[in-house]
């Protein structure tokens, strides 16, 4: 597996594309695959609470008291319904051979849920601990970032906040210090889209 993360805007999605797209034309199965929160149940559920409640529900979570009350339950519908999708996305692939190169996993979501559910601690307890060993052994980490600033800009059209991108940041480098993982990180900020992917593309080679 080949695993790009890090906060939206970062280059994680185009650096995924084109790493698929390099390996397949050099003749390796390859599985490109994305499981982004929020998963199967948790994602069906969301969309009729958004329907009936609209005005309690915004792009990042849940407003008012309905987050407080919620909050231990949708935790626990979050992680259930993320079993089908690393399943069927992510370790059936692998099974079958093919190289997977994911854009999103169990850190991202992890980070996000962290956000979503105003819940910094996520990132750092035992439920981080246990959803990154659903990281296959052998996969190649890729950790993206950018300097807020230039985050904001690549993504001005999109409802991201300064306070949102910090938030985010806070969480990946929770993980990457506590999980005892293999991280390479790269710098976006400054680097064109070539300069990472050849990079990105060395590792790949000496791994």
Known sequence: MIYFFG???TGKTEHANLTSSYL????????RATVKQHHTFAYLFLSLLRKSNEQEINYYGFKGDIGRKIRTPWKILELVSLVPAIFYRVILPSLLGYIVVCDRYVIDTLVT??????EPGITSGTCAKLLTRLIPNRSILIYLEADTAVILKRKKDEPLTKQL???YK?????IVKLSGLRIIILDTSTATVEEVQDSVLQ???KK
């Open 165 to 167: 991108i910090e938030h």
């Open 113 to 118: 849920l962290s956000y979503f559910l105003k």
């Open 7 to 9: 906060s939206d805007g």
């Open 24 to 31: 397949r034309k050099n003749g390796y199965r390859t599985w």
């Open 203 to 205: 590792l790949i080679e």
């Open 170 to 174: 806070r969480g990946y480098e929770n």
